[in-house]
């Protein structure tokens, strides 16, 4: 998994609140079972719309999602994180994410960034007004800035650890991997092992 320290690019504003699962990936697509490929149909039924703000060419490169309250709500499946990484997106701010998605979202290094309301509706004006306008987000400090905002945000300390040293599940057992050879050098001969078998 790709490190996440500080992500510099335009927003895109989506000012929808309560955008579930669903709507980010229909559940016609859940059928792949790469992790791959799934951004080109990320909030598909909503990119039918002519006037569907995702669908303006100034948000083609937006590399940042500011959005409504209550992202990512609805089912648990994964694949809503992995339409949106795949589609571009390195981070979402909203004022509140589902659990869930937010969890999800951790695992493959898409940071979900809470701030309060009024600013996140600040940040979204922005983006519509001067589409041009560059959000810096540095996860070390915690701090968001674009424009004149300048804030700091809170987040887990060890989904923080995670996303700036790039570990997913695997790489979060891997750094444990001496303890693990310790102890099924330590395992009987006839109990199972953990030890790839080539035989």
């Known amino acids: 998994m790709k490190p996440v320290i500080r992500i510099a690019s335009t927003m895109a504003p989506l000012d929808r609140t309560n955008v579930d699962t669903d709507q980010i990936m229909p559940k016609?697509?859940?059928?792949?079972?790469?992790?791959?490929?799934?951004?080109?149909?990320?909030?598909?039924?909503?990119?039918?719309?002519?006037?569907?703000?995702?669908?303006?060419?100034?948000?083609?490169?937006?590399?940042?999602?500011?959005?409504?309250?209550?992202?990512?709500?609805?089912?648990?499946?994964?694949?809503?994180?992995?339409?949106?990484?795949?589609?571009g997106f390195e981070a979402i701010i909203a004022p509140s994410f589902a659990d869930i998605f937010r969890n999800n979202s951790a695992k493959i290094g898409l940071l979900c960034v809470m701030l309060e309301e009024p600013i996140v509706h600040r940040l979204m004006r922005l983006a519509t007004d001067q589409p041009e306008t560059e959000c810096r987000i540095d996860l070390e400090g915690q701090t968001v800035e674009a424009g004149d905002i300048r804030v700091r945000f809170d987040i887990d300390a060890f989904v923080k650890h995670r996303l700036l040293n790039g570990l997913d599940d695997i790489g979060l057992t891997m750094q444990h991997a001496d303890e693990i050879a310790a102890f099924e050098a330590k395992r009987r001969p006839i109990l199972p092992t953990t030890e790839p078998s080539f035989a």
């Open 28 to 87: 016609q697509f859940l059928k792949r079972i790469e992790r791959s490929g799934f951004g080109p149909f990320t909030f598909f039924d909503w990119r039918k719309e002519p006037d569907f703000i995702l669908n303006r060419p100034e948000y083609q490169h937006a590399r940042v999602l500011v959005t409504g309250a209550n992202f990512g709500c609805g089912s648990s499946r994964e694949h809503a994180p992995w339409g949106l990484q795949d589609a």
